[in-house]
């Protein structure tokens, strides 16, 4: 599967009443953007919100980004990802992961092994019975990878990876272990301030979430990240490895040190003091930038 070189994580746009949902995938759609990325939140199920995108628009690919394992047994998820790849074919990708500890086990599951529960979920899903119409061709799956074992999953029985929450050296590192012919696709928050007092006003609760959860902490870590960088909201510098922030250009040039580094697509994720208005504006603006040949 080829992807286009840039991507768009809704964030909050998921959680837009449907019919504002349905006018900003549309326009994303329209300025050329590859893929739209449906994280798993607390609110509409990822495989229904990837159903109102998909017939909200006409060409642009759809994926989960992730679908959490826990959240649904093997053939729930299979069967999921098979109505939509007929439904719309070649235009759904099926991102899974095992998710955090902290959110699997307040869903009354327990949290453990997450390499083994991942290739034993695989291997599930490929015995899993589906008396619908098949689709043209199976969904491809993207494995929500950060270290090292399950990228080499990743490689081994997927797509490839849609690694969250990554600076730059960890797409370098992922490419190197998921070889040439995988798909990696990163995501990278987006901040549209000029300085970066301002873009902490609004980054900050981004990277203070995702620092809180250990298995990005202990990502950062395993990247040589020093525990001082890695407390409360963050250093200066870490902001600055995950975020991008600053004019339109810079922005731009930020984001695509995922591409020189390996990434085949890089899932921007703007993050916004307004959540209840889409960035739409703001795409239109980075698009040309981002996608340009």
Known sequence: MK???????????????????????????????GTIWIGEHLGREP???CAIVLAATQR???????????????????????????AWPDRFILGIGVSHASLVNSRGHQYEKPLTAMREYLDAMENVTYRAPQPPRPAPIVLAALGPK???????????????????????????????DRVLAPEHAVVFARN?????????????????????????????????????????????????????ETIARKVLEHRTAGAD??????????PSVAPTDDLRRLAPLLLAS
Request: charged share 20%.
């Open 3 to 33: 992807l286009v070189k840039a991507g768009v994580f809704l964030g909050s746009i998921a959680l837009l009443p449907a019919t504002q949902l349905r006018q900003a995938v549309a326009e994303i759609e329209e300025m050329g953007f």
């Open 47 to 49: 495989f229904a919100a």
């Open 60 to 86: 642009i690919q759809v994926a989960t980004g992730i679908a959490n394992i826990w959240a649904r047994d093997a053939t729930a998820m299979a069967n999921s990802a098979r109505t939509l790849a007929e």
């Open 150 to 180: 399950m990228l080499e999953l990743a490689r081994e029985r997927t797509l490839g990876a849609h690694p969250y929450f990554v600076p730059v050296e960890h797409t370098r590192q992922a490419r190197a272990i998921l070889g040439a």
């Open 196 to 248: 970066r007092a301002e873009a902490r006003k609004t980054g900050d609760t981004y990277t203070g979430t995702y620092l809180g959860l250990p298995n990005y902490h202990q990502n950062l870590e395993r990247l040589g990240w020093p525990e001082a960088d890695l407390q409360g909201t963050g250093s200066d510098r870490l902001f600055d490895a995950v975020v991008a922030w600053g004019d339109d």
């Open 265 to 274: 697509q890089v899932v921007v994720n703007v993050i916004t003091p307004t």
